[in-house]
């Protein structure tokens, strides 16, 4: 927690609302173990540089008007099963090879590592769903599972190698930064 707690202060300096403390509580709160103590803090650092301020970004688009559409990638790629440890599971840019086609790459650039039958097609899944929207506004096309707009009922696309449609991405966390974390100060 001590350690934690220091790099929290490089980004977010001690003040006298104890701000960092109360996330820290909130993140730290259910663990047990070492595992318990990592885990916790790469979800807070994954939750506080990425994930809550990509919701307040697409709520802020969204209630200008604009047509959001939401996603969390979840698959931890085959070819980086050597050299990640166990507990990151996708990743920070994870599904840029995958937009791409990078599955498919054999020519001058190469991927290094294995990419499995379901990767392909997860590949196929992602390329077809981002040419989609670059042609019409809408990553939506036949046989896809259908990608709901990000609207007040916060839906969003869960990509892996199956699609999931769910709702209000991080919730508890979300109001615990927006309400609960206010209130206490």
Known sequence: RQSAMSIMNI???AGASGVNNLIADEYFKDAKTPEDMRDGFTEMLGDLFMVLPVIKVAGYHRDAGAPVYMYEFQHRPEMHKETRPSF????????IGFIFGSCFWNGHIKITGTVTEEEEKLCKTMMAYWANFARTGSPNGEEL?????????????????KQVVAQSLKKDKVHFMTVLLPQKL
Not at 88 to 95: M, N, P
């Open 145 to 161: 599972i259908l990608w709901p707009l990000y609207d007040q009922k916060e839906e969003y696309m869960e990509l892996g190698l």
């Open 11 to 13: 980004f977010y300096p």
């Open 88 to 95: 990151v599971k996708s990743d920070h840019a994870d599904d």
